[in-house]
Nanobody
């Protein structure tokens, strides 16, 4: 069993920045690729970003490419999502999720092995 806990969400004005954290317990991040998804009210959960075990491979949704950066600190069992130039349409609950094997990134929510509880990000217009 892997437990994932997101933190760092909050309220920010358009153009502002936030950094989300995803902390794991139960197993090391070495065994998993970590993904971020988000879900706005009334909308489907969508892929945001992902990173492999070594951090050498990342993937981003087109909507956040160039604005968001995902990184991984395996010594702390933590993955970060740095979000810059935030827009109102970024408002959502952000979830981190883990998938195996660690070397492969997938962008389909149903392929995830473990999920965090989510953290709210609200961007004012």
């Amino acid at each position: 069993q892997v437990q994932l806990v997101e933190s760092g969400g909050g309220l920010v004005q358009h153009g502002g920045s936030l950094r989300l954290s995803c902390a794991a317990s139960g197993r090391t991040f070495r065994n998993y690729a970590i993904h971020w998804f988000r879900q706005a009210p009334g909308k489907e959960r969508e892929f945001v970003a992902a990173i492999t075990w070594g951090g050498g491979i990342t993937n981003y949704a087109d909507s956040v490419s160039g604005r968001f950066t995902i990184s991984r600190d395996n010594s702390k069992n933590t993955v970060y999502l740095q979000m810059n130039s935030l827009k109102p349409e970024d408002t959502a609950v952000y979830f981190c999720a883990a998938s195996s094997p660690a070397w492969r990134i997938v962008i389909i929510a149903r392929s995830m092995d473990y999920w965090g509880q989510g953290t709210q990000v609200t961007v004012s217009s």
